[in-house]
Every structure is written in C-alpha cells, then in structure tokens.
DNA sequence: GTCTATAGAAGGATAGAC
DNA sequence: GTCTATCCTTCTATAGAC
C-alpha cells in the first residue's frame, strides 16, 4: 500500500467528520487538522468545503451499499439475511452515516442529497427481493407487498437510530427490530 | 387577547426557526430578525441561545403532546385512533418537530433533549396502550407485545421523515405505514 | 425592557511564496 | 502540491445609553 496523499487523508478525514458531526459543524480547520493539512492543500484540491464532502459522502455510500451486498449474498436464506440485517450491531449513538445529514438545511443540494438516496435505495430493494424470494418460497404470506413492507422496514431501522439518540439507549434499536420481526413471523403464520 | 411581549415575539420566532432549520443553525440574528428585536431584548430575557431553545422546545413538545392527546382520546376504538395517527397527514419535508434535532451535536445537552424525549415517551406510551386494548378486545393476536411493537412503530414514523425528506417525496411516509398497517391487520387475523 | 454599538472568536475561502 | 499569511463575514454575546 502506497503511502497515503494529502488529497486522500483530507478526504478520509471529511468521511470520519461527516459521520461524527454531519456537514454543517464540519469545518475546513477541522478537516485540515484531522489530516496534518494547510488550507492551500484542501483548497488545491476541491474548490469548496461541498466538493470534499461530496467525494467523501459518494465513498461513503458506496462502502456502505458494499456491505449491504455481503449482508444479502444470493446463497443466504432470505428471510435469514433480512433478519441478520435488522438485528445488526449497529452505533446507534453516532447514527446512520448516511441518514444523520438528512435533516441538515444543506441536503437541499444535491451533491449531499444524492449519495444518501443511492444507499437507502440500495437498502430498500435488498429488502424487497428478499420478501419477494419468500413469498416465491411459500414462507410468507402472500397477501404482503414486498415494495411497500420494504419501505417500511427502511424507514424502521432509520427511525431505531432517532430514538436510540434521544434516550442514549441503543436497546431501542434492537427493540424496533424486534417488533417488526415479530410481525413479519406472525404474518408469515397466516399461509 | 393582549398583545405579545417582546419575549413571546422572541420564543415564537425560536420555535418557528427550530422546526425550520434546527437548533445549530438557528443564529441569534435570525431569532431577533423575526422577531423585530434587537440582540439586547434576547440577552435580556434569556442569559443564552440554549436557554431560549429550551424554551421553545419544550413549549412545542407540549403543544404536540396534547395534539396526542387529542388523536388517542378514550372514546376513540383503539386501532382505528392508531390507524389514523400512522396515516396522519405530516410536514414530511421540514421534518418532525422535534425528531429533526436529534442528529445535532447540541442534542446531547439536556436542555434540548429532554422535551424531545417526553414527546417520544408520550408517542409510545400512547401506541402502546392502544394496541393493549385492542388486545384486550380480542382485536390484536395474543402473541405481540404492546410494548415492543409501539417503540416500532414511533420509529416508524421518524424513518418514514427522513425518507421523505431524502427524496423529496412525501409518499414515502405514507407507504411506510402503510407496510406496518398491513402487516398489524395480517397479524391480527391469526388469532 | 428595549435600544445602539461593539467585542472576540470561528467560519469559509484566497493570495502568493516555496 | 503544500505551505504561511491574511481577508471578509457571521456567530454569540456584552456594555451601556435611553
């Protein structure tokens, strides 16, 4: 492994503060001294402070919808990935890193906007076709709709990390979890 | 009805810029623009920014808590009450009141968290005793619990914001409750 | 209570030497 | 490509007159 450049360690340094901090309380003197950099190095690279945080966020989606791929690996079970996938350890306190810079003014703008959308899209139709694998199955209920469930159970995971912030308990997540399994089993039972 | 002080002018303005912007991005400036006052009327009546968002905050929490209140009145069959809170008609852009603060930083400061969680508390503590007399009435399968499935679904509803928000369609928080109704509704034919 | 004026720090970015 | 030095604006608040 090559050592690394100034560009990739200020890059690096605005994907940790992204997750940390979102983008608004992530300053240019933060990223810079997280990397050992001046502010000529960030600024010969990336014309704004948008620009690292749009390459940043574009890397960070993508290893996100990686990970995502092994969760949901064609040769597991269906209904064993998607519940693999809700039961997760997740850090529920620093929240999703995507998610977390959804109710910043600055989503408006594309460039942060879209790489989240890339990732929750991915989530949602990795979801989808495992409902839509098991109803093929027979092991559940047929009168579900995998899009709409798969909606759903995005939004749920979501919502785990809002409530696990605000009582600084991460049991919550794994409780919106588990409430939704439960549903999607009983449902399952109705065949 | 008297007419405002200047301080209810100055929380009124904190109220409407916290819903609109959040809290870090709420500057003093904005408070006094709205509110046609100057910085020395804020600093009089509150010591810091903090202690008029607190303010705010947990006037907004009370107003939306006795907005419960009203949806899950006792007279009202208890999964026709909850069905009509999942499908409530919301501000899914701006977000959820008090949901859309919770990824801040400041979040971690008792002042801002505290209402935030009262109005948590008062959404699950509401579900959850509904699905409780459903089951009482033989209306909900024997198996669920009330609990669980009420800190599901008030996560439901805070991921069905941050969908929304993503990609600007607000049809996305309808249909994640809509999954989670269909899915309480097929739960509850197993009886 | 409300105003005007101002302070000290941080934010986001630029200029130009090396 | 990386550095030092600096610029203008905004943020959060304070001082003191009215």
Redesign the interface.
Known sequence: MPKPSKRDQLVGAAKELLWE??F??MSPRSIQERSAARPGSLYHHFPSKLAIAQEALQEASQEEILRLNDIFAADIPPLDALRHYLLLKRNAFQ?CRL???????S?EQEAL?LP??AY?EAVRAHISRSLDQAKSEGTL?A???PK?????????????Y??A????DEA?MQ??????L???T??S??R
Do not use: C, K, P, Y
């Open positions: 901090v979102g608004e309380a929240g998610g977390r810079l959804v109710h910043e003014a989503i906007r989240v959308m929750f209920n009168d579900l709709d709409t469930l798969a909606v759903s159970l995005t939004a749920l995971i979501q919502g785990g809002v409530l912030r605000t009582f600084q919550l409780q919106a979890a588990e409430g939704a439960a549903l999607i009983e449902a039972r109705t």
